[in-house]
């Protein structure tokens, strides 16, 4: 069974920092992918960045980059230069056929 | 905006009542999944369809069905409805339906069962 670790149930983030959100996960499978999501207080789910088991370097998207340490099953999701607008609820998940989904880490981010 | 469609926005309905999620994926996207969000469950996968085929169960209960129509939208049919089926309840969609294939969330239907 799949399952995610999100350690950080809140964080606070001055604007214009970094900000590091953990993401550890177990599965026996050799495929997987893994992926963040943003949920901000509307509600929607937003892909922010996806991770492939397979792939050597770690994915980037605009301001969100993932730091992937295979070997130590984590997939840590770094955003960089904080927004009001990053505010919300961030979730890891893994995918073999449906998504697995951590239980979420809060960043608040502060003028 | 994902491409991703859910109607009603809302739904407020009693205990014991029958309701139907409708959802419309990405256009050329073959795969869609329902998925539950509560406050004490978190997220949790209900049920996948590929294609108009049942792909995969998650933790879907009895009382509640899903199908995948040819034009490819597809239904959640939830009845005998409880309070603690209080949820928003989203439809993603994918490409194919593999691992490696991003899912794009709808917005989502809120139900409240009074």
């Known amino acids: 069974a799949q399952k995610i670790t999100q350690t950080q149930p809140g964080m606070f983030v001055q604007e214009k920092e970094a900000v590091t959100l953990d993401c550890t996960y177990d599965?026996?499978?050799?495929?997987?992918?893994l992926f963040w999501y943003k949920q901000p207080s509307s509600g929607e789910m937003i892909f922010l960045i996806y991770?492939?088991?397979?792939?050597?370097q770690n994915a980037t998207e605009g301001r969100y980059s993932l730091n992937f340490q295979k070997a130590r099953k984590s997939a840590n999701l770094v955003i960089s230069a904080s927004q009001l607008g990053d505010s919300a609820m961030y979730f890891c998940?893994?995918?073999?056929?449906?998504?697995?989904f951590g239980a979420g880490t809060t960043v608040t981010v502060r003028a | 905006d994902s491409g991703v469609t859910q109607t009603p926005k809302h739904l407020i309905t009693a205990t014991g009542q029958r309701v139907t999620l409708r959802c419309s994926p990405r256009?050329?996207?073959?795969?869609v999944y329902w998925y539950q969000q509560s406050l004490d469950q978190g997220l949790q996968f209900l049920i996948q369809?590929?294609?108009?085929?049942?792909?995969a169960k998650g933790n879907i209960l009895e009382r509640f069905s899903a199908q995948q129509f040819p034009d490819l939208h597809s239904e959640l049919n939830l009845s005998s409805l409880e309070l603690g089926d209080s949820a928003l309840y989203f439809c993603?969609?994918?490409?194919?339906?593999?691992?490696?294939?991003?899912?794009?969330f709808g917005p989502g239907t809120r139900l409240t069962v009074l």
């Open positions: 991770q492939g088991s397979y792939d050597e």
């Open positions: 599965t026996s499978d050799q495929s997987y992918g």
């Open positions: 369809y590929y294609n108009g085929e049942e792909r």
């Open positions: 256009s050329g996207d073959l795969s």
């Open positions: 998940a893994i995918n073999d056929y449906k998504l697995s």
């Open positions: 993603a969609s994918s490409q194919l339906a593999g691992n490696r294939n991003e899912q794009f």
